[in-house]
């Protein structure tokens, strides 16, 4: 316990799935967490479930596409906290289709938050970590960053540029101290799989699940919280000699797959 002790951590799309498990795994391990998002609701849920069990959490909502309204935020962190030591950039959206079923808008819709909105935060992260001497950022990548996945052609897109900005920014600011890494996750079980299955495969949500699960070599889904522990290494000193690296959680998936 304590692995981020004394340290400031935001997290984006901190309050469901991926990001609500790092949020409270961040907590645990004694960080002053920095959650962010646009769902307020869900955000406060997740709060209150922390501070319950002695985690200290705070909520700034903030759209990560506007890079205003980024910046404003990343400076009411360090002026609450003190300063920044740690960047999750989690936020991230989805979309089905090929180019032919992508719209212009789905695409602009999809670059906005997965593409702009790491931009935003890794510009607003990097100049508070170089004031404080240095810090780790994990991005939110995935397997569709380095394999072709059916019908995800936006997503794809997205998610490439996630992992060639985290190369870009672990080569700039090696100097400063700041390490830069990536995850990259094959499918995840939280509740947005379920409320997929719920919408596309009334009646046959247990049949799709296990179909989906099947797709990973190992034969399941893997859990937020295990994706949590994987930024929480790359967070920490433990990871003190890694930078520009793309770390898979997928089962297999990208290198095990027929």
Same mark, same amino acid.
């Given at each position: @316990? ?8 935001? $997290?984006?799309?901190?309050?469901? !799935? ?7 795994? =961040?907590?645990?391990? #004694?960080?002053?967490?920095? *959650? ?15 501070? +319950? ?15 205003? #309204?980024?910046?404003?935020? $990343? ?8 300063? *920044? ?31 702009? !909105? ?13 004031? #404080? ?23 794809? @897109?997205?998610?490439?540029? $996630? ?32 409320? =997929? ?6 009646? +046959? ?13 190992? !034969? ?5 919280? +295990? $994706?949590?522990?994987?930024? *929480?290494? *790359? ?11 793309? @770390? ?11």
């Amino acid at each position: @316990m304590g692995k981020l002790k004394g340290k400031t951590a935001i $997290v984006t799309g901190g309050a469901s !799935g991926i990001g609500k498990a790092i949020s409270t795994l =961040f907590a645990e391990e #004694d960080a002053r967490v920095a *959650l962010f998002d646009i769902d307020v609701d869900s955000a406060r849920e997740t709060v209150q479930e922390i501070e +319950e069990d002695g985690g200290r959490i705070s909520f700034f909502e903030c759209d990560v596409s506007d890079s205003s #309204d980024v910046h404003d935020t $990343v400076d009411d962190v360090v002026e609450t906290f003190g300063g *920044l030591d740690v960047l999750i950039n989690n936020a991230g959206i989805a979309h089905v289709g090929n180019v032919e079923e992508t719209t212009e808008e789905d695409l602009d819709r999809i670059y906005d938050v997965n593409v702009k !909105g790491v931009y935003n935060c890794l510009k607003a992260g990097v100049q508070a970590m170089k004031a #404080d001497g240095g810090g780790s950022i994990v991005n939110i990548a995935s397997v569709a960053s380095h394999v072709g996945i059916p019908d995800r052609f936006a997503y794809s @897109m997205s998610k490439g540029a $996630v992992l060639t900005m985290t190369y870009s920014v672990a080569c700039d600011y090696v100097d400063e101290g700041i390490r830069c890494n990536a995850v990259s996750p094959a499918r995840i079980h939280t509740p947005l799989v379920d409320g =997929f299955l719920e919408e596309n495969y009334p009646g +046959e949500e247990e049949k799709m699940f296990e179909k989906l699960s099947q797709t990973q070599p190992i !034969g399941r889904m893997g859990d937020p919280e +295990e $994706v949590a522990q994987l930024c *929480l290494y *790359l967070s920490s000193e433990d990871a003190g000699f890694i930078t520009g690296s793309s @770390m898979p959680i997928d089962g297999g998936f990208v290198t095990l797959k027929d």
